[in-house]
């Protein structure tokens, strides 16, 4: 089948072209830090691949790892997930987590920009209102392996990102200590709390909502995917149709940058142009104007629209746009539409996989209502 084998290094030389300089350094640490912890010892390498080929160099699905001052528990998890649907942290106290990072949603919400408080139905599009964001709800699938997180950058961590939607007016708009006082009259939550953070004098603190509600997003890892099932060895699943579609994203030069196997990077580039400064915003550097994250393409089935600001519905015509930039800055070969709709067809059905989705509680504590989210449309 003609897949080509090149090492690491010099596949993201091939991949980058003008970009490499400035972002393999960057690439390497991040991707190494979370996927090889002893491969650097000499002594007790990575055990060899022997799985189908595959057009680049294996790595294994990272584990999650806990920061040290926020190990998991399952009553933290259990807390978060109550917290994360429950308006009780929204200032119209209708509006939550799941309203914008919706599990029928691909953990976003199937809108162009997102819509906050004081909205009007439910996620997904015909939402409406007047407290809009100005980008694209991020899917938080496989948030658990980024260390930098939003389109920019921003945050360095999922518990200092947790508190954000609360500070930000277009979203929850509530002060963090409001919603800590809200919680504390609420005997469930008084419970649930003690348990998460047992010994703690006053645990219901909004730095331990924002710890409870990151170790409820660190379980929303998808690693079986039918890729993750091919790579294990198991060769039929993914139809022919689908490896040349791997085949063509890594000529394609995608890879370089949505790197396997979580097909994202803490990379920043510029794909199209906006009037969002983007990374900009964060270093300061004039270079960055435009650039943002490179998401994952994981579960992108259900995460449209596409790209920072929402601007292509369409998963095929996204994958047309980035094979044109890539080609563009030779990062990879042109790509013809049929080949297009062979890589969109590799990331739809390859890279899905749903089986840790969160049950949508019927009740949170608060006893307010849990933002509706009903439908599920077949896609
Ligand atoms: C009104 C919609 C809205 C609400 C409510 C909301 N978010 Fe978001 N979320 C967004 C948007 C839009 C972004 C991207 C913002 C940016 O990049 O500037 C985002 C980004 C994120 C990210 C970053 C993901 C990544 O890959 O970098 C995480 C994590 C996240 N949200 C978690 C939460 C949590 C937890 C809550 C509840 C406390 C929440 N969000 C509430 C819209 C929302
Ligand atoms: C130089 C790095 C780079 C390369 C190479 C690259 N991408 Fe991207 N890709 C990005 C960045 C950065 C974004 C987000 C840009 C934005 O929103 O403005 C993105 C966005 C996307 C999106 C939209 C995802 C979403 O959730 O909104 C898709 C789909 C995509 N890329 C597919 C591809 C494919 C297919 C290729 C190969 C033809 C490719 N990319 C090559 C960096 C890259």
Redesign the pocket.
Known sequence: MGGVFFPRASFRLRAFGWAALRFAAVVSTAMSAAACESSDDGETGPEPYDGPPIPWAYEPFPAVVDPIDNPSSDAKVGLGRL??YDPI??RDKL???A???SEQWGMS?GLV?????DGEGPTGPGRTGP?M????????WN?AF?S????????KS?EA???E??K?E???DLDPSDAATRIREIPEYVEMFDEAFPGEAQPIVPENIAKA?AAF?RTLVSSRAPYDRYVAGDEGALSDEQIQGMELFAEAGCAGCHVPPLFESNEYAMRVESSDDGRMAVTGEPADANAF?V??LRNLRETGPFF?DGRVVDLNDAVWLEADVAASHGEGRVLTWDEVDLVALFLRKALMDRSKEPDRPDEVPSGLPVPEDGLRIPR
Do not use: K
Request: hydrophobic content about 40%.
């Open positions: 917290l994360f942290l929204s509006t939550a987590c309203t914008c990072h919400d920009v997102s819509v906050g408080v407290n964001t100005t980008r694209n709800a991020q899917t938080i948030a980024r930098e997180f939003f389109w920019d950058g921003r945050a999922l990102q947790a508190l939607p609360l930000a277009p979203e929850l509600l997003e994250r998401p994952t920072h």
